[in-house]
């Protein structure tokens, strides 16, 4: 991920800061770590439960019965 030189330079710039920047530094990576770890949700997943099977195969061809009715000469 990093290079061992970046690493060295972060820790030399950590040992320069006051405590009070060093314990707000790990407040934040310990947030970023908190995200990390809680699953992402997306709406796929959030409407999963309001899926109705028997209708997937009309979903298949909706798209092009829209456009066909939509484009169509009346």
């Known amino acids: 991920m990093y290079a061992l030189a970046e690493r060295a330079q972060v820790m030399e710039l950590v040992q320069t800061l006051p405590d009070e920047q060093i314990h707000y530094v790990l407040n934040i990576i310990q947030s970023l770590s908190q995200k990390a770890a809680t699953p992402r949700c997306t709406l796929r997943g959030r409407f999963a439960n309001y899926a109705n099977p028997s209708l997937r195969a009309k979903e298949k061809e909706a798209w092009a019965i ?9």
Not at 66 to 74: L, Q, Y
């Open 66 to 74: 829209a456009a066909e009715e939509k484009h169509s000469v009346r």
